[in-house]
């Protein structure tokens, strides 16, 4: 059981704009920045969204993000093949004084 | 950018300790305001954070596994390192070294299996 909440799965096909929730609570969504991690398959994991929707150097803007209060969003627009991966939301939390993931979303570009 | 490179070894045996070492190279470990973390993610599950460390050795772990961590730093090499005890079949996974910029993973290693197997 995760502390962030995320759908297992979500899909689009090519050109989409597909979104992804992350359910949190004020202790960690509520109160911290939330990151976003891409893992291609038999990858490690990538940091793709920082902040307040920031992107490190190499990430298109067809990435980007959105928070209000303890939930937050990573959002996909013209979605490409090589999108397919998971998608693993994070944040600090306070009161377990660690990072806290979410369970991950799998994306599938039909 | 740093680069992390995982190393130790593949199988441990159920109650023994499990340890595994992150050398890091194109930056300097005691470098001010980073953190050098664990992640771990079994097989087909998500990721789970293990615990962080700063250079002066001030640590973070995580509460579920706090009582079987720890995680040391060696300056003079330029490593950090994990030690988990009393590991389980449940404890099977691959383990991440990251940097940790204040409770943002960057940086990942590629990762290294561990499985947890007489």
């Known amino acids: 059981q995760s502390v962030l909440t995320q759908p297992p799965s979500a899909s689009g096909t090519p050109g989409q704009r597909v979104t992804i929730s992350c359910s949190g609570s004020s202790s960690n969504i509520g109160s911290n920045i939330v990151n976003w991690y891409q893992q291609l398959p038999g990858t490690a994991p990538k940091l793709l969204i920082y902040?307040?929707?920031q992107r490190p150097s190499g990430v298109p803007d067809r990435f980007s993000d959105s928070k209000s209060g303890t939930s937050a969003s990573l959002a996909i627009s013209g979605l490409q093949s090589e999108d397919e991966a998971d998608y693993y939301c994070?944040?600090?939390?306070?009161?377990?004084?660690?990072?806290?993931f979410g369970g991950g979303t799998k994306l599938t570009v039909l | 950018q740093p680069q992390l490179q995982e190393s130790g070894p593949g199988l441990v045996k159920p109650s023994e300790t499990l340890s595994l070492t992150c050398t890091v190279s194109g930056g300097s470990i005691s470098s001010n305001n980073y953190y050098w973390g664990w992640i771990r993610q079994p097989p087909g599950k998500g990721l789970e954070w293990i615990g962080s460390i700063y250079y002066s050795g001030v640590t973070y772990y995580s509460p579920s596994l706090k009582s079987r961590v720890t995680i040391s730093v060696d300056t003079s090499k330029n490593q950090f390192s994990l030690k988990l005890s009393s590991v389980t079949a449940a404890d099977t996974a691959v383990y991440y070294c990251?940097?940790?910029?204040?409770?943002?993973?960057?940086?990942w290693g590629q990762g290294t299996l561990v499985t947890v197997s007489s």
């Open positions: 994070a944040a600090w939390d306070d009161s377990l004084d660690g990072v806290v």
């Open positions: 990251a940097h940790d910029n204040i409770g943002t993973i960057d940086y």
């Open positions: 902040g307040n929707n």
